[in-house]
């Protein structure tokens, strides 16, 4: 576990850094009553230059991109926010961009118009997944794909995407043995040749993945994305503790500059209220780097562990069910006395035509 790394008060997440340096002052102060004036201004100076170092380790250029992200309070004119579009069923409020609402057969998306041209990047997702149902689902995708506004069958977008999808599933689709419970988070990258196999929950085209726990919860539930040198990180904030708990790290990922980030999500049979709270891009990309002329926007996506077309098991056959037997013997045994009741009969009548002659 490693803790919010971002101690500027504009980046990262405010109050954390704050809260503990407000707890430090305050003690140092109670436990110093009769201190004079010089020597409290020399403690507050020397936690306020700790403050400032503290913050100096963070100097890079890693700060928050507004047009890539979504902070509360929402404020657009209808279903209009600045640098985002919205499909389908999804809508804004205030206080959440609901994806679906908690309703049979919705599908819904947010998706930025601002192509991506950072190398290297980090997304924190705040959200809340929650209904009033005990079966629930299906959950919902963060995307950075090359299309964008394209509705589909995954999670709400477009199946053969190009990109990488980060996939929260809440429902468990695979019948028979699965190696994981549900929720869970997996990742996918894809060139445009994968199809997502939502019968096996994407179980044969993903890179990693952890089971998760953040539906129904009273507080936020953050998810962080960290791409950086080829590496992907997830990690996850999902039981309010001001910290991370890694997911999983999958190197070698290859991804191209000048994608779209997209948020979507559908409900079939089960619904979820998916509800996104927040969306906070950060620049991961130095200032000035002179060692890295690559050019990345020609990338095709790509994983070490990238194998299409994956060997796609078959689930074994299920056996016959118990009615299905049950009514096999039954006709079998109506068969067996309609047969001998049948013998018996036509037996009767030949003896009695035998008795006539
Ligand atoms: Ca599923």
Not at 65 to 86: C, I
Not at 142 to 166: C, E, P, Q, T
Request: hydrophobic fraction near 35%; charged fraction near 20%.
């Amino acid at each position: 576990m490693t803790g919010f790394p971002r101690s500027r008060s504009k980046t990262g997440r405010p109050g954390y850094k704050s809260r503990i340096s407000d707890t430090g002052v305050h003690a140092v102060v109670n436990k110093m009553p009769k201190i004079s004036c010089n020597s409290l201004f020399l403690v507050i100076s020397l936690l306020l230059s700790f403050s400032l170092s503290t913050s100096a380790q963070y100097s890079s250029n890693d700060y928050l991109k507004r047009e890539h992200s979504l902070t509360r309070p929402f404020q657009g004119v209808g279903m209009n926010l600045p640098f985002w579009d919205f499909l389908g069923d999804t809508f804004v409020t205030s206080n959440y961009i609901r994806l679906t609402p908690d309703l049979q057969s919705k599908s819904g998306a947010i998706w930025n118009q601002v192509p991506c041209n950072s190398k290297n990047w980090e997304v924190h997702v705040s959200f809340k997944v929650h209904g009033k149902g005990n079966l629930f689902g299906d959950g919902f995708a963060v995307w950075y794909a090359k299309d964008r506004m394209a509705s589909g069958s995954v999670f709400g977008s477009k199946d053969l995407f190009s990109g990488l999808a980060i996939i929260l599933d809440t429902y468990s689709n695979q019948n028979g043995p699965h190696n994981h419970q549900h929720p869970y988070v997996s990742a996918m990258v894809n060139n445009g040749s994968l199809s997502y196999d939502h019968d096996r929950d994407g179980t044969h085209t993903e890179l990693a993945g952890c089971e998760v726990r953040f539906r129904n919860t009273d507080y936020d539930t953050i998810i962080r994305i960290r791409y950086e040198n080829d590496i992907l990180n997830v990690s996850t904030d999902f039981e309010n503790k001001a910290e991370w708990k890694n997911c999983f790290t999958v190197t070698g990922v290859r991804l191209p500059t000048g994608y779209f980030f997209g948020l979507s999500a559908n409900t079939g049979d089960l619904s979820d209220n998916h509800d996104i709270l927040s969306f906070k891009f950060y620049d991961l990309d130095p200032i000035t780097d002179h060692s890295d002329h690559s050019d990345r926007r020609n990338i095709i996506p790509s994983a070490l562990t990238f194998e299409p077309p994956r060997e796609r098991s078959e689930d074994p056959k299920p056996s016959m069910s118990n009615v299905k037997i049950f009514f096999i013997i039954l006709f079998g045994m109506i068969f067996a006395v309609a047969i001998t009741i049948f013998g018996i009969a036509y037996y009767k009548e030949k003896n009695a035509k035998k008795r006539f002659y």
